[in-house]
């Protein structure tokens, strides 16, 4: 159980392109969803938390144009990187979780690489 | 803010050999810690977690780890590693804020030699 599916697991495209990636929890409701970037040996920093049907909260230093995060329902969020550039390249990974007192179950994460 | 201290960043075992990750963490009030660990082109799996009780607390495959709260420490252990724990180990620490957010330190990568 608690299956987080994430996709593309792997996006390539040029710069100034958007790019869409989708979070979704397979077989339990997120009232909460998560998403992280990882650098290259490097820990997953939260970048955004998002409540279904709330406006997503973005931490510091994360620009919220850049990073458009929709949670329209309660098995599904995206990320949008608007206009990406080479410097947004990076693994992306979401998480979800049904309620405050469980775990978070994370996606396969998204390799995102700009041209 | 909290923050999250894992000092091992690479821990080369042999097969048999026992295992202990550090991971301390800074923060004043009452947290919820975990170790995730993400083996080779897969995605973070919870390994255990503590919330409250009992210290020592059990997950899967073997593994267990210990909340010392004097020491800010969550450490992870295992008696006994096999070539299969070979991945890396991610201690996470979640604070009792409305928004229970974690902070995650930066890894610890395992190889278990066979």
């Known amino acids: 159980g608690a299956v987080v599916s994430q996709h593309p697991s792997r996006v390539i495209c040029k710069s100034g392109t958007s790019v869409k990636i989708e979070c979704r929890s397979l077989?339990?409701?997120?009232?909460?969803m998560f998403w992280y970037r990882q650098f290259p040996k490097q820990s997953l920093m939260l970048m955004a938390t998002?409540?279904?049907?709330?406006?997503?909260?973005?931490e510091q230093g994360v620009e919220k144009d850049k990073f458009l995060i929709n949670h329209a329902s309660l098995t599904l969020s995206t990320l949008t990187v608007t206009s990406a550039h080479p410097e947004d390249s990076s693994f992306y990974i979401c998480?979800?979780?049904?309620?405050?007192?469980?775990?978070?179950?994370f996606g396969d994460g998204t390799r995102l690489s700009i041209l | 803010a909290q923050s999250v201290s894992q000092h091992n960043h690479h821990v080369i075992l042999s097969e048999a050999a026992s295992l202990e990750l550090g991971c301390n963490y800074s923060?004043?009030?009452?947290?919820?810690l975990f170790w995730y660990v993400q083996y080779p082109g897969q995605h973070l799996q919870l390994l255990l977690k503590?919330?409250?009780?009992?210290?020592l607390v059990k997950g899967i495959k073997g593994f267990e780890a210990e909340f010392i709260k004097s020491k800010f420490s969550f450490n992870l252990r295992k008696p006994s590693v096999q070539w299969s724990d070979t991945a890396e180990y991610f201690c996470?620490?979640?604070?009792?804020?409305?928004?229970?957010?974690?902070?995650f330190g930066s890894g610890t990568q395992l190889t278990v030699l066979p």
């Open positions: 998480s979800a979780r049904s309620s405050l007192n469980q775990p978070q179950h």
């Open positions: 077989d339990f409701q997120a009232t909460t």
């Open positions: 998002s409540n279904e049907g709330s406006k997503a909260t973005y």
């Open positions: 923060y004043g009030g009452t947290v919820n």
């Open positions: 503590y919330f409250s009780g009992d210290p």
């Open positions: 996470a620490v979640e604070t009792s804020g409305s928004a229970r957010q974690l902070t």
